[in-house]
Structures are given as C-alpha cells and as structure tokens.
C-alpha cells in the first residue's frame, strides 16, 4: 500500500510539473527599448529558453516600445511544442537593405502561435533604389516560416515589408487570422503547404494581396478585403522551365472584397512547357468595387513583356467554380478567361454573377475555355 501512494504521489508531481508554463521577456535577456540598439541576441537567447522548456507551454513576451531586430532565424526542432510569441510592441528591421531574402525565419518549428504586435520591414530605402532603376537586391521576406507546422498567426500587424509579409512554405496545419493591414509588396504567399486558413485580414499592397504558389492543397481563405493590390492569385505558375512543379488544388476562398485593385480574383501561368495543374478551386460570395480584372484565367502571363517563352502553357486548370460575384469593374472587360490552346480550361462553372462598368453591363471574354453558367449572367457568359 505504501509503494501504491508513493507511486500516486510521483504521478501527481509530474502532472502538475508538465502542467507548468514559462514565461521570458525579452528585456530580461537584455533587450533595449527605443530602436537604436540591436536586441537579436537578447530575443535568440529567450528562444533557446523557450525551445528547450519542459514545461507544456513557454511564451516569449515583447512588451511595449520598439526593438530593432537584425535578420534572424528561429531553428527548430523544440523540446516544446507549444511555444507563444505575446508581441505588445513592434519589431524594426535595421535601416537600408542588404543582399539577405530574410529576416525573421522560423524552421522546422512545431506549435509556434504568435499574437499580435507590429513588423516594421522598413522597406522604403529598396522601393527607392528600385523605383531608380539601380542594380538592388531582391529585398526580404518579413515573416517566414518552413518545414513547419500547427502554425497560428492572430492579429499581426505587418508594415513596409521588402519583399513578402508573410511566406509559408512547405507547412501543414497554418490558421493566419486578422493581420490589421500589410500595405506594399505581396501580403501572404502559400507554397507547397497543405492545411492553411487565412481569415478575417485586411490587406493594402504593391503586388498580389495573396498569392498560391505550386504545390498548395486544402487553403482556405475567408473575409478579406483586398485592395490596392493584384488581387488573391493562383500563381504565377510554370516559370522555370525544365523543373516539375506542384499543382494546386483544394482552394476555396470567400466571402472576399476587392477595393480598386487591379485584378479580383485570378490564375496565372507562363506560357511554357512546364507540365502541372490547378483543379478544385472555388471562388463564391464575392464583391468587387472598381476592379480593373474582377475575373481573370491567364495563361500567357509574362510581366513587362520581358523573356517571354511564348509557347502554349503545360499547366491544366479544371474544375473552377465562380459563384455569386457582384460588383463593378474598371474595365469593359469584367471576366477575361484566356487559356491554353494546348491545354484548354475545362469544367469552368459560373452562377449568379453581376459585374457592371460604368453602370452598365460589362462583357466577358473566353480563350479555350470550356465549362457551363447558371442563374443571373451580367455579363452574358462567353463559355
């Protein structure tokens, strides 16, 4: 009977030990308020703490104020699995720019959350150099995360990024939910990542507000609003000629409004011999406001008309659904479906959509296109 209690008590002090959460703030390791002093080793050292914690959760707390930070990258794997960035004040890039695509990576990392805060990727200094036309890098990346997974991002607010706000690549299991605004350069871009929701984000942008590159399935994306920007974008797809790509399928998005973007929702792919798909999209519940490409299918993208492949493009989109869109267009030209001769679009649907310019209605273009409408057509469909 004494050995069974003991036992009881041994099982009752781990449970309540592996039950622990650790805390570490990052002024405790030595990081300086103000921005004028680099806090990177102080944050590296609250992250080795954390990632190395028995306990069952360890939070990292950035309290209010400005901390710069120098490129950074968090590796894993952890003993923890439940490590929770607590982010009050704002992360600030060094000024000017230098040859590095990152700046805060986190890899092969598990049950990383992080909540609220602000980036500040200080990205005016390479807009410039690049507005001059000067031999400049290609900038970098505010947010990263690889080889990830069980990824939670809540109300982070990202500012003048380099390039990219937030990239995940090769991830499984990523809920991004209420980025306040990420103004200039792509807003969230999803590559070879399965499981990833993207909800309730308000996104202002030099280039797609989000973009899906290859090897995307199951992405969800839901209340958005999108604008100025190139739009939320399935691509660009079949660049690299020589190089098998991923496809993308599983893709729904909703319940979305563009705001004076340039394009609503589109797919994009070189014309080129690269061999892929993208199958399995839905695209419903939808308003765009003065959008210069509500509806956009590609498949001779080639920006600036510069090393074009010209040829006929390998990728082969099917099973495209566009429902209940309304709305205004920019251009006479509300629903553009340009596809491949080589491999035409098929199974295109469309229901219930209303696109007018300049109060009346506008038109619709189909290139090899394929597929059925159903319910209120404005414009008349063209497939």
């Given at each position: 009977?004494?050995?069974?209690?003991?036992l009881?008590l041994?099982?009752f002090s781990f449970l309540?030990?592996?039950?622990?959460?650790?805390s570490?703030n990052?002024?405790?390791?030595?990081?300086?308020?103000?921005?004028?002093v680099?806090?990177?080793e102080?944050?590296?050292?609250?992250w080795?703490?954390?990632c190395?914690?028995?306990?069952?959760t360890?939070?990292?707390?950035?309290?209010?104020?400005i901390?710069?930070?120098?490129?950074?990258?968090?590796?894993g794997?952890?003993?923890?699995?439940?490590?929770?960035f607590?982010?009050?004040?704002?992360?600030?890039a060094p000024?000017?720019?230098t040859?590095?695509s990152?700046?805060?990576?986190?890899?092969t990392?598990e049950g990383?959350?992080?909540?609220?805060?602000?980036?500040?990727?200080?990205?005016?200094e390479?807009?410039?150099?690049?507005?001059?036309?000067?031999?400049?890098?290609r900038?970098?990346?505010?947010?990263?995360?690889?080889?990830?997974?069980?990824?939670?991002?809540r109300?982070l607010t990202?500012?003048d990024s380099e390039?990219?706000?937030?990239v995940?690549?090769?991830?499984?299991?990523?809920?991004?939910?209420?980025p306040k605004?990420?103004?200039?350069?792509?807003?969230?871009?999803?590559?070879?990542?399965?499981?990833?929701?993207?909800?309730?984000?308000?996104?202002?942008?030099?280039?797609?507000?989000?973009s899906?590159?290859?090897?995307?399935?199951?992405?969800?994306?839901?209340?958005?609003i999108?604008g100025?920007?190139?739009?939320?974008s399935?691509?660009s797809?079949?660049?690299?000629e020589g190089?098998?790509?991923?496809?993308?399928?599983?893709?729904?998005?909703?319940?979305?409004?563009?705001?004076?973007?340039?394009?609503?929702?589109?797919?994009?792919?070189?014309?080129s011999n690269?061999?892929?798909?993208?199958?399995?999209i839905?695209?419903?519940?939808?308003v765009m406001?003065?959008?210069?490409n509500?509806?956009?299918?590609?498949?001779?993208?080639c920006?600036?008309?510069q090393?074009?492949?010209?040829?006929?493009?390998?990728?082969?989109?099917?099973?495209?659904?566009?429902k209940?869109i309304?709305?205004?267009?920019?251009s006479?030209?509300?629903?553009?479906?340009d596809?491949?001769?080589?491999?035409?679009?098929?199974?295109?649907?469309?229901?219930?959509?209303?696109?007018t310019?300049?109060e009346?209605p506008?038109?619709?273009?189909c290139?090899?296109?394929?597929?059925?409408?159903?319910?209120?057509?404005?414009?008349?469909?063209?497939?």
């Amino acid at each position: 009977m004494a050995s069974q209690i003991i036992l009881l008590l041994r099982l009752f002090s781990f449970l309540a030990f592996s039950s622990t959460i650790s805390s570490y703030n990052i002024l405790d390791f030595g990081a300086k308020k103000g921005g004028n002093v680099d806090c990177v080793e102080a944050v590296i050292r609250a992250w080795k703490m954390a990632c190395n914690s028995l306990s069952s959760t360890a939070n990292i707390y950035v309290p209010n104020g400005i901390f710069l930070i120098s490129g950074v990258r968090f590796n894993g794997p952890c003993v923890n699995k439940k490590i929770n960035f607590t982010i009050n004040g704002t992360l600030m890039a060094p000024s000017g720019y230098t040859d590095s695509s990152e700046w805060i990576t986190f890899d092969t990392v598990e049950g990383i959350s992080i909540n609220g805060g602000v980036f500040d990727g200080r990205g005016s200094e390479l807009w410039d150099c690049k507005l001059r036309n000067e031999k400049c890098p290609r900038g970098a990346t505010s947010l990263e995360f690889t080889n990830s997974k069980d990824i939670e991002i809540r109300r982070l607010t990202s500012i003048d990024s380099e390039l990219f706000h937030i990239v995940i690549h090769r991830c499984d299991n990523v809920n991004l939910v209420g980025p306040k605004r990420s103004p200039n350069t792509d807003g969230i871009h999803v590559q070879m990542s399965t499981n990833v929701y993207i909800r309730n984000t308000r996104i202002k942008t030099g280039d797609d507000c989000i973009s899906i590159g290859p090897g995307t399935s199951a992405l969800w994306i839901e209340r958005v609003i999108c604008g100025p920007g190139h739009g939320i974008s399935i691509g660009s797809l079949g660049k690299d000629e020589g190089l098998k790509e991923g496809g993308v399928q599983n893709v729904t998005v909703q319940i979305i409004e563009f705001v004076g973007s340039e394009n609503g929702l589109r797919i994009k792919t070189w014309g080129s011999n690269v061999e892929g798909y993208v199958r399995g999209i839905i695209f419903k519940h939808v308003v765009m406001n003065n959008v210069m490409n509500p509806i956009i299918i590609d498949q001779n993208y080639c920006p600036h008309n510069q090393n074009c492949p010209h040829k006929d493009s390998g990728i082969q989109i099917s099973d495209v659904e566009y429902k209940n869109i309304e709305g205004t267009s920019a251009s006479p030209i509300a629903i553009k479906l340009d596809c491949s001769p080589t491999n035409p679009c098929k199974g295109l649907g469309m229901s219930n959509i209303k696109l007018t310019y300049k109060e009346r209605p506008a038109k619709s273009f189909c290139k090899y296109a394929s597929g059925h409408s159903s319910g209120l057509m404005i414009p008349p469909s063209c497939l």
